[in-house]
Nanobody, 123 residues
Framework: QVQLVESGGGLVQAGGSLRLSCAASGSIVSINVMGWYRQAPGKQRELVAAISSGGSTDYSDSVKGRFTISRDNAKDTVYLQMNSLKPEDTAVYYC?????????????????WGQGTQVTVSS
């Protein structure tokens, strides 16, 4: 079983910064894409940023130039550095990873989610 555990959310004033972390654990063989999504009240969950195992990145237009995604493959951890935060960035942020794990008998590839961490930006 694979678990993703997020940390780093909180309350910050507009213009401030936060850094989110997400650590994967379990019988992990490999992790392909890791990413961050967010969901604001009354809105659909949307992709914020993603990073491949090779380090290629992709960002939503709304966060380009302000957010930076990175990962430490040795620690199975992905980070999201969020700068110049705006009130519209307020949401629950979810970590996501495409993981191949091994249960002792079979390999399994699945899409896993963290429990979410609240980010609130006050104006």
């Amino acid at each position: 079983q694979v678990q993703l555990v997020e940390s780093g959310g909180g309350l910050v004033q507009a213009g401030g910064s936060l850094r989110l972390s997400c650590a994967a654990s379990g019988s992990i063989v490999s992790i392909n894409v890791m990413g961050w999504y967010r969901q604001a009240p009354g809105k659909q969950r949307e992709l914020v940023a993603a990073i491949s195992s090779g380090g290629s990145t992709d960002y939503s237009d709304s966060v380009k130039g302000r957010f930076t995604i990175s990962r430490d493959n040795a620690k199975d951890t992905v980070y999201l550095q969020m700068n110049s935060l705006k009130p519209e960035d307020t949401a629950v942020y979810y970590c996501n990873a495409l993981v191949t794990d091994y249960n002792g008998r079979n390999y399994h590839t699945g899409n896993y989610w963290g429990q979410g961490t609240q980010v609130t930006v006050s104006s």
